[in-house]
C-alpha cells in the first residue's frame, strides 16, 4: 500500500516535470527564433545591402513606388538601424510571440499555482493564444500560396520554424486540452469585456499601425518596414488603404473595400476562435488550485 502511494506520487512528480519542460519550450524557442532572425537580417544587410535588397525587393520592383529601391539602397547606418528595429520589434509576429513567453514564464514561476496568478490566467491566456494561432495559421497559409519557403534564408527558415509552427501550434493545445483554468466568469459583461479584448489583440493591432502608415504615408516620413509593403510605410500591404497599394490586391474591390474586408474577416475569426476557447475553458474551470 505504501509502496502504490510512492508510484503515484512519482507519477504525479514526473507529469507535473513534462508539463514544466513544455513551459520552457514554449517560453524560450519563440525567443531564440525573434534573435535568430534580427542578427541574421542585420548582418545579410550591412554587409552587403544591394544584395540584400536585391534579394528583397528587386524581383518584385515594378510592384513597389517608383525610385523606391534606390531610395533602401541609399540608407546611411542609422537609417538601417531604425528600419531592423522596426522589422524586427514591431510585428505582430514579434510582439505576440514576446508576450506569449513573458505568459508561459510567469506561468512557469506561479507552476504550483497554475492559472490563478495576476499574469498566467486564462483571460491573459485565451487573448494571447488568439494571437498565436493566428500568425501560425495566416502565416502557414500564406506560404502554400505564394511559394515562399522555397526562397527562405536560413535565418527566415528558423524563424519560420520557432515563431510560426511547432513551438505556437503546440502552446495553443497544451493551452486547450492540459491549462488549468481557475474561477473562469460566468458575467455576462465580464464574457463581452473578454471577448472584445480577444479580438482586439489583432485588429486593434491592425487598426493602430494602418493609423501609423497614413500618417507617414501623408507625411513621407521614413519608410519603418521597407520590404513588408509596396511604400514601405505599412506593417502588412493589405493596410494601405490607397492606390499606391500595388503588391495584395483584389482584382473585384478597391483598397478601401479590401481593408475593410480583412479586418471582418480576421475579427470574425477571433471571435470564432473566442467562442470555442471561452466554452471548453468553462467547462474546465475549476474553483481553486
Known amino acids: 500500500m505504501i509502496l ?11 507529469i507535473e516535470n513534462i508539463k514544466l519542460g513544455f513551459k520552457y519550450f514554449f517560453a524560450i524557442t519563440p525567443l531564440i527564433g525573434i534573435v535568430v532572425f534580427a542578427i541574421g537580417q542585420s548582418i545579410d544587410l ?4 544591394d544584395t540584400f535588397w536585391v534579394k528583397s525587393v528587386l524581383d518584385r520592383k515594378d510592384l513597389f513606388e517608383d525610385n523606391f529601391f534606390e531610395k533602401l539602397t541609399s540608407w546611411n547606418v542609422g537609417e538601417k538601424l531604425l528600419f531592423l528595429f522596426c522589422r524586427n520589434f514591431l510585428t505582430f509576429t514579434t ?3 514576446v508576450a506569449s513567453s513573458c ?9 504550483s499555482k497554475e492559472g490563478s496568478g495576476r499574469f498566467d490566467n486564462y483571460r491573459y491566456g485565451i487573448m494571447i493564444m488568439g494571437g498565436i494561432l493566428w500568425i501560425a495559421f495566416f502565416y502557414n497559409l500564406s506560404l502554400s500560396v505564394t511559394g515562399a519557403i ?7 527558415y528558423v524563424s519560420w520554424l520557432t515563431e510560426h509552427s511547432i513551438p505556437q501550434f503546440s502552446m495553443v493545445i497544451y493551452f486547450l ?3 488549468k483554468k481557475v474561477n473562469v466568469t460566468r458575467d455576462k459583461k465580464q464574457i463581452a469585456i473578454l471577448w472584445a479584448e480577444t479580438v482586439a489583440v489583432v485588429s486593434g493591432y491592425l487598426v493602430f499601425f494602418t493609423i501609423t502608415g497614413a500618417i507617414s504615408q501623408a507625411t513621407n516620413s521614413f519608410p519603418f518596414f521597407a520590404d513588408m509593403s509596396s511604400t514601405g510605410h505599412y506593417v502588412y500591404d493589405f ?3 490607397t492606390k499606391a497599394n500595388t503588391r495584395v490586391n483584389l482584382g473585384f474591390l478597391n483598397p478601401l473595400s479590401q481593408w475593410f474586408l480583412a479586418i471582418i474577416l480576421f475579427s470574425t475569426t477571433q471571435t470564432l476562435y473566442f467562442i470555442g476557447t471561452y466554452f471548453l475553458a468553462r467547462k474546465q474551470s475549476v474553483q481553486n488550485v
Open 4 to 14: 502504490n502511494y510512492y508510484i503515484v506520487i512519482m507519477k504525479k512528480e514526473t
Open 95 to 97: 510582439m505576440i510571440n
Open 177 to 179: 486540452v492540459f491549462y
Open 239 to 241: 493596410l494601405d488603404m
Open 46 to 49: 550591412f554587409s552587403n545591402p
Open 103 to 111: 505568459f508561459w514564464i510567469y506561468s512557469i514561476k506561479n507552476h
Open 150 to 156: 522555397k526562397v527562405m534564408k536560413w535565418y527566415t
